[in-house]
Nanobody, 124 residues
Framework: VQLQASGGGSVQAGSSLRLSCRVS????????IGWFRQTTGKEREFVAA????????WYADSVKGRFTISGDNAKNTVYLQMNNLKPEDTAVYYC??????????????????WGQGTQVTVSS
């Protein structure tokens, strides 16, 4: 299983970005997917997650109301739409997949596969 994250960039506060996570592997629809982010010297933190059926989502309080996670099974891709970006959103964003899991997963140890990360920089 391979995850390819893309869509990061440098933007000003208040702008939007959409991250993509393409999952390559068998039976995509049985993976629960999560987005995490990490800044230098800090632990990787949960951002958002979606269950394998796409019916359940969960968000960190810091991004609730601004970020939206969604999936497109036909494209084997999960998206993270990020609106009203703030400087504190600056981080490397990682997508992760949990094989055969049900529900939304919020801790790093619950995930089996990780993408390479994409940098998001928000300036004030």
């Amino acid at each position: 299983v391979q995850l390819q994250a893309s869509g990061g960039g440098s933007v000003q506060a208040g702008s939007s970005l959409r991250l993509s996570c393409r999952v390559s592997g068998p039976a995509f629809i049985v993976y629960s997917i999560g987005w995490f982010r990490q800044t230098t010297g800090k632990e990787r933190e949960f951002v958002a997650a979606i269950d394998h059926g796409g019916s359940k989502t969960w968000y960190a309080d810091s991004v609730k109301g601004r970020f939206t996670i969604s999936g497109d099974n036909a494209k084997n891709t999960v998206y993270l739409q990020m609106n009203n970006l703030k400087p504190e959103d600056t981080a490397v964003y990682y997508c992760a997949a949990a094989e055969g899991a049900s529900g939304v997963l919020v801790t790093t140890r619950e995930y089996d596969y990780w993408g390479q990360g994409t940098q998001v920089t928000v300036s004030s």
